[in-house]
């Protein structure tokens, strides 16, 4: 296999520029300062990068610099299943935004929860958004059953602390009621049916739970279905640890 050649490809402040870092002499600035690297190497001003083998990372951040990478933000409707293929012919999440190129969705929603999911063909996001070790928060709006007065603060607090559910503990998590049954829950694990879980857990079932956050992102004009293109800004601010 030949190694890339340095000199060869696109200028990095030109394809920095591109994605949204600023003018060409603001990306320049970020090279000189020592701020970019390339294949895991501090770049010096005038590096040349070949978008579809070069890592470029920005404050040791991945900037997806590939041309045939794409990004979406899906608001997931109700009884839509997250994965890119089902064998009972069931809707999909990936049904709903473009067929080419092809994407995956980034983590799961259940089939009976909405809310917001992004779905992309960049493996390196994907790691980001998915592993454990970056805790990337997801804020969820929880109806569930209580009386009258709504949840009592005792399980709200048990929920903040964590709960202990079959296959462990989970992390605190942060949580208010927002209305007398109706709480906003923030947690950054990503455990099968976890939310729905940690409310059964404390004696409250979820009626209706909604995705509104993921990592800095929020969207409350997209309607179930509904689907955009994530921004340049948007897509570094998800990659950022």
Same mark, same amino acid.
């Given at each position: ?11 990095? &402040?030109?394809?920095?520029? &591109?994605?949204?870092?600023?003018? +060409? ?22 590096? @040349? ?18 041309? %045939? ?14 994965? $890119?293929? %089902? ?7 990936? %049904?709903?935004?473009? $067929?080419?190129? +092809? ?19 960049d493996g390196e ?9 970056? !805790? ?17 603060? $005792? ?5 903040r602390n964590g ?10 998590a942060k949580v !208010? &009621? ?15 049916? &976890?939310? @729905? ?27 179930? !279905? ?12 998800? $990659?950022? @640890?």
């Amino acid at each position: 296999m030949t190694a890339p050649d340095e000199h060869s490809g696109e200028r990095l &402040q030109k394809v920095l520029a &591109q994605r949204g870092f600023g003018s +060409r002499r603001v990306c320049e600035e970020i090279i000189s300062a020592g701020r970019v690297t390339v294949n895991g190497e501090v770049a010096v001003l005038g590096r @040349r990068v070949d978008v579809d083998v070069d890592t470029v990372a920005v404050d040791g951040n991945p900037v997806g610099v590939r041309p %045939d990478l794409v990004y979406y933000l899906l608001h997931k409707p109700y009884n839509v299943i997250t994965t $890119s293929k %089902d064998t009972h012919d069931r809707v999909t999440v990936v %049904d709903l935004v473009p $067929s080419e190129p +092809r994407v995956h969705p980034v983590g799961r929603l259940d089939l009976d929860s909405e809310g917001l999911i992004v779905l992309t063909n960049d493996g390196e996001l994907t790691h980001h958004l998915t592993h454990p070790r970056f !805790g990337v928060e997801k804020e969820y709006l929880v109806h569930v059953r209580c009386g009258e007065g709504g949840v009592p603060e $005792s399980a709200l607090n048990k929920l903040r602390n964590g709960v202990a559910l079959a296959d462990g503990v989970t992390s605190p998590a942060k949580v !208010g &009621q927002v209305q007398p049954g109706v709480l906003r829950i923030v947690i950054h694990e990503g455990r099968h049916r &976890q939310v @729905r879980r940690m409310c059964d857990a404390v004696g409250h079932e979820v009626n209706r739970l909604v995705r509104t956050r993921i990592g800095p992102i929020v969207d409350n004009s997209l309607k179930p !279905g509904e689907w955009r293109h994530l921004t340049t800004q948007e897509v570094r601010a998800l $990659s950022e @640890r």
